[in-house]
């Protein structure tokens, strides 16, 4: 009986010894698990646009990490209430990170981030957030302002084009910022303004940049997604800036720079925080001075020399903070001053911009 006894507790001494051996286990196989990341695309990355330049950052993500992270992608996902869905169904299979790459995707977002607090949503050119919602975005309109500088230098008839895709803040600052650019190496230039209604349609596109060449326009660009302008600008031998991407491949005698984001310099160094629990939901707004955004591929062939040293010396005032887009004096289309001399509009103000700056022709809606 005694013997028995014994046999007992020796093997209850076992098993407790093992417990911690378990444990270690069990831990050291968590912390070698990789993080599980998904990126929700509401187009695809062949559009040549917005969406192929969020995964040209993703893919740096994935090189720099390697096996810590395992990034899922779900593309063509509308901005409407199903994202909701594909949000609850990333979390649900135990997704830590979440990004939402459209500002259609704020609300869905907000809502799916109440229920499942562990996870961490980030939202791409969004304002709302929550304890673990958090957006991000850049400065484009910094980028825009360059683009402007080199066009207002490199056109002839002194009419540029744009072509916008919805009258939101966000892309009103962009036409704003791109004709103070030019209008700052040659006052007398005018932005023609043709609105889509939308962020990629190939089809409208291409009537859109058509339309502005016809009126006149020897200098496009866009805030929209697809190569079909600069498809057009080849053809019809005027100029024109790729947006979100190099588009060159579409127009190598048009392109004369590129309108470009550095989304990866945000999604290495987020995933970085979040794998050592220092991440928190203050928003991310770079510019070209952080190296978010940028006037990037500029034709060299094309380009005199003087213009583009002056287009660098205004990239220059802006890392260094000389130079500020929306400092003052600026009148709107309709002459009223909007900016005094000596100052500048604030975040919200630009955030929140609904009109345009002399010069530009176009209503504010399409």
């Not at 209008?183 to 962020?199: D, E, G, L």
């Not at 392109?255 to 987020?270: D, M, P, S």
């Not at 040293?309 to 001053?337: H, N």
């Amino acid at each position: 009986m005694l013997n028995k006894y014994r046999g007992a507790l020796y093997r209850t001494a076992l098993a407790l010894l093992a417990l911690p051996l378990l444990t270690l286990s069990t831990a050291s196989h968590a912390a070698s698990a990789p993080l599980n990341v998904s990126v929700i695309y509401f187009g695809n990355p062949g559009d040549g646009g917005w969406t192929r330049s969020h995964e040209i950052g993703i893919q740096e993500a994935e090189k720099k990490y390697g096996n810590q992270v395992k990034i899922t992608r779900v593309e063509n996902v509308p901005e409407s209430a199903d994202a909701a869905r594909v949000f609850r169904n990333r979390a649900s299979q135990g997704d830590k990170v979440i990004f939402g790459t459209a500002f259609g995707y704020m609300n869905p977002m907000l809502q799916v981030a109440k229920d499942y607090p562990d996870t961490v949503f980030l939202n791409s050119s969004g304002y709302k957030s929550a304890p673990n919602l958090g957006t991000y975005n850049g400065r484009v309109y910094e980028a825009e302002y360059l683009a402007g500088v080199l066009a207002g230098q490199m056109s002839k008839s002194h009419v540029l084009g744009f072509i916008g895709s919805m009258p939101i803040p966000e892309v009103v600052r962009n036409i704003n910022a791109f004709a103070l650019g030019a209008r700052s190496v040659a006052p007398n230039t005018v932005v023609k303004v043709v609105w889509i209604s939308s962020w990629w349609d190939p089809g409208k596109e291409k009537q859109a940049a058509e339309t502005l060449v016809g009126l006149g326009a020897d200098v496009l660009t866009q805030n929209t997604d697809s190569t079909a302008m600069m498809s057009v600008a080849e053809e019809h031998k005027v100029y024109a800036f790729g947006f979100d991407a190099d588009m060159s491949s579409w127009g190598p005698k048009a392109q004369l720079g590129a309108v470009e984001y550095n989304w990866g310099l945000y999604y290495v160094k987020v995933i970085d925080e979040i794998q050592h629990g220092t991440w928190t939901n203050k928003p991310v707004y770079w510019g070209v001075k952080e190296g978010m955004v940028d006037l990037t591929h500029v034709n060299t062939t094309i380009v005199p020399e003087r213009a583009q040293k002056v287009t660098s010396d205004a990239r220059d005032g802006l890392k260094s903070g000389r130079l500020d887009p929306f400092a003052g004096p600026i009148k709107d289309d309709s002459g009223k001053v909007r900016v005094e001399s000596g100052k500048t509009l604030s975040p919200e103000q630009v955030g929140s911009m609904n009109w345009f700056v002399e010069g530009v022709q176009g209503k504010l809606a399409p």
